[in-house]
């Protein structure tokens, strides 16, 4: 039989997701906008790759107002190009003010939970406020939107969100207060990749949170424990239901808001998942998906019916004649194809 230290616990307390919440916020320094690597940084001399990465940027930030003013006439050209040949590029500003969150039809709720901001450096908060761009921009050009709500808008992403702009004038329910607070927790549904459960349906009654952490796989699991602790109910979205992917199924934000969108006008998660999911994720039909008789069809005659994988690769081929792809005048900058997160 071993023998225990006495001076080492016979057991030792794993601490709760809030604990570890709280102990970050602690931690801290008050300073908002910065975290704990770029105050240590300022301390210690610039490496030779940090000073020609800083170079870069000042050099980058000299140019910044010129390429800006570029852009900004290729899109006039490009738009009064357009007009001559009766093409339309998408809707107008004035058009998007009259399908706004309050005329649409569409009352699900789904809110990002940005309650993880001393969990994340600022370059990810950059990525996450990136994503809250996406999110809106999907959300405003649909033709009934979801009611949009981002909760816990404090430290580092309210200065971030503030330096973009007056964000407080989006069609979104910018909220500082957690969303614990705003909604019933009977209604409370929180989607993570980790929950054993199977998100069947979306009803218009619940609430679906999607975890704001942008963590590049540091805090696995972290939502869904979350969730657990304060007894609330979860759920996954059925990808494995409905498609094989290559890739992991660890979604982006904007990606998860979007899929929720998309279901809500076709009601069909299969749908949903090629309407939005990227082609560097290798998303194909899953093989109980194709009826029996497509498969004797197949074995009679190869040459008459199309593969699971070439239905799935003209399927994601659409996506970019998406009517919500990115219009280039709304000036919002492409999230990283490696920031994937778990929700």
């Not at 809707?91 to 998007?96: G, I």
Request: aromatic content about 6%; glycine content about 4%; charged content about 30%.
């Amino acid at each position: 039989m071993a023998c225990l230290d006495i001076n080492t616990p016979e057991t030792e307390t794993t601490p709760s997701p809030t604990q570890i919440i709280e102990q970050m916020n602690s931690d801290t320094p008050h300073q908002e906008g910065y975290d704990q690597t770029e105050i240590e940084t300022e301390a210690k001399p610039l490496s030779k790759n940090q000073q020609k990465k800083l170079k870069k940027r000042e050099k980058w930030l000299q140019l910044k107002a010129v390429k800006r003013a570029g852009e900004k006439n290729k899109r006039k050209r490009k738009y009064a190009e357009a007009r001559e040949k009766g093409v339309t590029l998408g809707p107008t500003r004035k058009s998007l003010k009259r399908t706004g969150m309050k005329d649409s039809q569409c009352k699900v709720r789904v809110v990002i939970d940005c309650s993880f901001d001393n969990m994340m450096t600022y370059k990810d908060i950059i990525h996450l406020t990136q994503q809250i761009q996406h999110s809106y921009a999907a959300n405003r050009r649909a033709q009934n939107a979801l009611q949009f709500y981002v909760s816990g808008i404090n430290g580092k992403l309210k200065k971030r969100l503030e330096g973009i702009g007056d964000y407080k004038g989006w069609d979104i329910f910018m909220k500082e207060e957690g969303f614990m607070s705003l909604f019933d927790q009977e209604n409370i549904i929180y989607l993570s990749s980790e929950s054993p459960n199977i998100l069947s349906t979306i009803e218009d009654d619940k609430v679906y949170i999607i975890g704001g952490l942008v963590d590049h796989n540091h805090h696995k699991g972290f939502c869904h424990n979350l969730a657990e602790e304060k007894g609330l109910q979860h759920a996954q979205l059925p990808i494995g239901e409905y498609i094989d992917m290559k890739a992991r199924k660890v979604l982006t934000i904007n990606h998860v808001f979007e899929i929720l969108l998309r279901y809500t006008e076709s009601q069909s998660w299969e749908k949903a998942f090629f309407s939005v999911l990227p082609q560097r994720k290798g998303a194909m039909v899953k093989n109980s998906q194709v009826s029996e008789q497509s498969v004797i069809d197949k074995d009679e005659d190869t040459n008459e019916s199309l593969s699971v994988s070439d239905n799935a690769k003209e399927t994601i081929s659409d996506i970019s004649q998406h009517p919500d792809a990115k219009n280039e005048n709304d000036n919002i900058c492409e999230p990283d194809p490696k920031e994937d997160i778990h929700t």
